[in-house]
């Protein structure tokens, strides 16, 4: 059984360009959580989303957006990059919100 | 607002002693309190949940207890090895979503 996968692994990017980061779901979990980890900080929670809607939102601009699909897998993006974009993406899924959350391996994003 | 405080930042220890990491947190009203394990570079591996109505979890060498009125946990690791060294975080669930501490930096020095 795969656990939760992300894709890429890396990613570099210019200040002002457009990101999507990708992320497939543990098998029979149903809810996605997207956080972003900077260096030497804690997981920051930017949103979550179950049966294809944004459920709740952290404390995140309107620059960074989401999406999910039917088979639950889920997208990020982040429109306008700043240099302070610039972290690890962590998508976490769970068997709706309450119950235990699993990461995948991060995407890597740096800003340029 | 639910503030996640980890104590301390960084520690490091020789090989073989017991150690205590500890997690408090600001408000109460939490579902439950997972603590992670990530190293460098890596995603977060989950290591023991507790759920608001339990006051330990125990997995190997690992106990983790939980005090709700206090606002406290405390990971307790046992006989701590090399491979232990990684970045411990531990994290409440409220409202469906996890809050995290600033995590303790553990280095076990062979």
């Known amino acids: 059984d795969a656990g939760v996968t992300q894709s890429p692994t890396h990613l570099i990017k210019t200040r002002g360009q457009q990101v999507t980061l990708r992320c497939s779901p543990k098998?029979?979990?149903?809810?996605v959580s997207w956080y972003q980890q900077a260096l030497g900080q804690g997981p920051q929670f930017i949103f979550q989303y179950y049966e294809e809607e944004e459920r709740q939102r952290g404390n995140f601009p309107d620059r960074f957006s989401g999406h999910q699909f039917p088979n639950y897998s889920s997208e990020l993006n982040v429109n306008a990059l700043l240099l302070g974009d610039s972290a690890l993406y962590l998508c976490?899924?769970?068997?709706?919100?309450?119950?235990?959350?699993?990461f995948g391996p991060g995407t890597r994003l740096t800003v340029t | 607002k639910q503030e996640v405080t980890q104590i301390p930042a960084a520690l490091s220890v020789p090989e073989g002693e017991n150690l205590v990491l500890n997690c408090s947190f600001t408000d109460s009203a939490i579902y439950n309190l997972q603590w992670f394990r990530q190293d460098p570079g890596k995603g977060l591996t989950s290591l023991l949940l507790i759920q608001s109505s339990q006051r330990e979890q125990t997995s190997g060498r690992l106990n983790a207890s939980l005090d709700k009125s206090s606002g406290r946990s405390t990971l307790y690791i046992a006989a701590s090895q090399p491979g232990d060294s990684a970045t411990y975080l531990c994290?409440?669930?409220?409202?469906?979503?996890?809050?995290f501490g600033q995590g303790t930096e553990l280095s076990v020095k062979p």
């Open positions: 994290a409440v669930v409220q409202g469906g979503k996890l809050i």
């Open positions: 098998s029979g979990h149903d809810t």
């Open positions: 976490a899924s769970s068997l709706t919100d309450l119950f235990e959350q699993y």
